[in-house]
């Protein structure tokens, strides 16, 4: 399928950023989505001078009202033919085990999940009406195995990855295709505020380079990178009394964190 129209949404960090660069060309249009709005013209005016033509909408995603209203209208002008649910945040249990905040953990849930929903719920109508489109949800490494101190945002990417696979399934005869991406680590301002060590770091060049390979060849679920994928997926399938003292093993762990902060480098 040629793409024409790619959407996306949290094109102002990272991993988004990376993505709008890497499917930036002439004849290409982009739509991106950022909260700030500043960042957001940046990236468009380096999209624009790849020869793309580019649109932007700043959006709090907790305004699902206005996220459903902004997609609405784009899908009436022009459908996406690729949607990356790429917009996420993340949150821990902070110093001395105190947890999560809960004003952060709802704001993890509405627009990690929510919004994701609420995206995937807004363009699919028009994707199926059309007889094709491909949508990804950008998911985590950290949905096989929930982190204890992240448990929210795993969660929620535990979520994001079953919903995935759930409209793959339901979808694929529509001619719907619909992709899970899964990364490790990737160097960013979210990837800096989760605590804990991050082998195998990754930038965020060679993650969107990745991502658009692996949506070109259909792959239900796009995790990177190797061995930590199959590390993580691993722990997935042990049962409990092994998987968490490993995970401790490898710094995962409440005690691992405490030093981390006492040695000066927690987040």
């Not at 699919?124 to 490494?141: E, F, T």
């Not at 399938?237 to 401790?248: M, N």
Request: aromatic share 6%; proline share 6%.
């Amino acid at each position: 399928m040629i793409l024409g129209h790619i959407l996306i949404t949290g094109a102002t960090g990272a991993i988004g950023e990376a993505l709008a660069l890497e499917y930036a060309h002439p004849g290409s249009t982009l739509t991106l989505h950022g909260r700030r709005a500043d960042k957001l013209d940046q990236v468009a005016e380096q999209c624009r001078a790849k020869g793309a033509r580019v649109h932007v909408h700043a959006l709090d995603l907790r305004d699902r009202r206005a996220l459903r209203s902004w997609l609405a209208e784009v899908c009436e002008d022009s459908i996406p033919d690729l949607v990356i649910v790429n917009a996420g945040l993340i949150a821990h249990i902070g110093a001395g085990n105190a947890g999560e905040k809960p004003d952060e953990a709802e704001a993890l849930v509405e627009v990690n999940m929510l919004a994701a929903m609420a995206t995937v719920d807004s363009v699919l109508p028009h994707m199926r009406k059309r007889g094709c489109g491909q949508v990804a949800l950008m998911s985590s490494l950290a949905a096989y195995f929930g982190l204890p101190l992240t448990p929210t945002y795993c969660a929620t990417k535990a979520a994001l990855k079953i919903y995935g696979d759930s409209l793959r399934g339901r979808l694929a005869p529509e001619g719907i295709r619909i992709n899970v991406i899964m990364p490790g680590y990737v160097a960013s301002a979210l990837c800096d505020g989760m605590p804990g060590p991050k082998p195998f770091l990754w930038t965020p060049q060679k993650a969107a380079k990745a991502i658009r390979r692996g949506l070109e060849r259909d792959r239900a679920r796009i995790s990177f990178p190797f061995p930590l994928n199959i590390g993580a997926w691993s722990l997935s399938v042990l049962p409990a009394c092994l998987s968490i003292p490993i995970a401790r093993w490898f710094g995962y762990g409440l005690r691992a964190h405490r030093r981390e902060r006492q040695d000066g480098h927690g987040s």
